[in-house]
């Protein structure tokens, strides 16, 4: 079977499980991935535009939180929500672009799994969240130490895909105006990117699904341009 037919139906089947009841719980280890990957866009953000990123939460629920302090303006504070909601694509597409061949896909995991690490020592502060990242980065690092490069290619599309496609883990959360952690009401990402810019809250959830979504068809099509086969 062709490497990208592979993707597909497991990429689908992820998106779908996503959508069922029990669908979170049964993928818990990439529904706290894509979480993680969303706080860290966040914190990354602000680090870019030259504030500072303090810590990373992830709580056992599936959420989250980045705290960041600073003083942005307007676009800067748009900014950083969008770096939350896009943080899962861009990482997703980076690994999608970075691992074309499968020669390099070992080496990939294992510099993941370092980045991993690195990320748990500097920013990651509960204890919960400190033994995901640990057990992730871990996984990640047997992996490139045992799989094959076919086989390792294959983990890291999979992997790349779920990210590109983690705005399906919570539909709901894009086109809200309000998000609950632990049991505390904040806004969205989308309605603080409305509140610092312009148009309403759903307008800039469609367009991260839809970025997402393109993006996403991008990289499968980079990813099958290697013709690689399993």
Known sequence: MQARTRLFLATSAIVTLWQLPYGHQLL???TLLATYAHELGHGLTALLLGFEFDQLVLHADGSGQAMWHGQ????????????????????????????????????????????MALSMAWWVRNAFGQFFVLAWAASLGLAARFLSGRSAAFLLHLIATTLCLAWFSDLDYLFSAEAVVIGARY????????????????????????????????GIHWVSRTGVST
């Open 28 to 30: 818990y280890p990439l």
């Open 72 to 115: 942005p303006g307007r676009v800067a504070t748009a900014a950083i929500a969008a770096g939350g909601l896009l943080g899962p694509t861009v990482a997703g597409i980076s690994l999608l672009l970075l691992s074309r061949t499968p020669r390099f896909a070992r080496a990939l995991l294992a510099t993941l799994a370092l980045l």
């Open 187 to 218: 806004p969205s990402d989308s309605a603080v990117i409305a509140q610092a810019l312009w148009l309403p809250y759903w307008f800039w959830g469609g367009a991260v699904a839809l970025f997402s979504l393109a993006m996403t068809v991008f």
